[in-house]
């Protein structure tokens, strides 16, 4: 057999048994143990529809339309991160990711003599419900349900203890059924004596809900 003949019959000897440790389709594996995005995140969701999130906090100059930046960062984490595909059309969409801006608050941590500010801090807060819209289940929902009930604490979901025994106990009030979202919080400290502003730390804030709000789109173990 010639040289490079042999070379290549080698060479594809060697990669055969990586090819059946690896998968052929989708998701990779390892001794029966996945790779990549599929490890971490839903293989039944295709897609994501991502509206631009709603800002209910005081908006002024420069946090008028801070919305569309933090729309925009989710977006771009969601397609560099997971395996989801992100949809402008709802009708196509397997799940919807609604995020509301409630609270943007700057605060001065530090001054110069002359008044000025040596350090600041960004604290930005957003609401996010994320809905299976197949079927509409909330796959934002906390884990695990209702936190427990500390001994010795009331539950405010139990009926009340009536002082006459007599008087019945008044029916339990309808649950709405509206989704509870999660409160994502992020931080962003700038240092100006450093070059630091204020928006680099809006930009800091926006890329840490981000993450934070990807890594709540991880499938539950």
Same mark, same amino acid.
């Given at each position: 057999?010639p ?6 019959f ?10 059946g ?27 994501v529809?991502?509206p631009i999130?709603?800002?209910?906090a ?27 595909r ?5 009708a196509?969409?397997?799940t919807?990711l ?11 941590l ?31 929902? #906390?884990?695990?349900?209702?936190? @427990? $009930? /500390? &001994?010795?604490a009331i !539950? %405010?979901?139990? =009926?009340?203890? #009536?002082?006459?025994?007599?008087i @019945? $106990? /008044? &029916?339990?009030?309808? !649950? %709405?059924?509206? =989704?509870?979202?999660?409160?994502i919080t ?16 809006m ?10 709000i ?8």
């Amino acid at each position: 057999m010639p040289a490079p003949t042999r070379r290549r019959f080698l060479r594809l000897a060697a990669l055969a048994p990586l090819g059946g440790l690896l998968g052929c389709r989708g998701t990779p594996s390892v001794l029966g143990y996945k790779l990549g995005a599929g490890a971490l995140y839903d293989e039944n969701i295709k897609t994501v529809y991502v509206p631009i999130f709603v800002n209910r906090a005081f908006q002024t100059n420069p946090y008028r339309g801070f919305e569309n930046d933090i729309t925009k960062a989710v977006i771009d984490e969601i397609g560099r991160t997971t395996s989801f595909r992100v949809t402008s059309d709802p009708a196509r969409a397997d799940t919807e990711l609604l995020g509301v801006v409630s609270q943007v608050y700057k605060g001065i941590l530090n001054r110069t003599q002359q008044n000025q500010v040596r350090e600041g801090e960004l604290v930005v807060n957003v609401d996010v419900v994320w809905r299976d819209l197949r079927d509409g289940t909330i796959l934002s929902a #906390p884990r695990g349900g209702r936190p @427990p $009930v /500390p &001994p010795g604490a009331i !539950d %405010p979901n139990s =009926p009340p203890v #009536p002082f006459d025994p007599s008087i @019945p $106990v /008044p &029916p339990v009030a309808c !649950d %709405p059924g509206q =989704p509870v979202p999660v409160r994502i919080t992020a931080t962003g400290r700038f240092i100006p004596e450093l070059g630091e502003t204020n928006t680099s730390a809006m930009n800091m804030v926006q890329n840490r809900i981000a993450v934070q709000i990807v890594s709540m789109m991880e499938k539950r173990w």
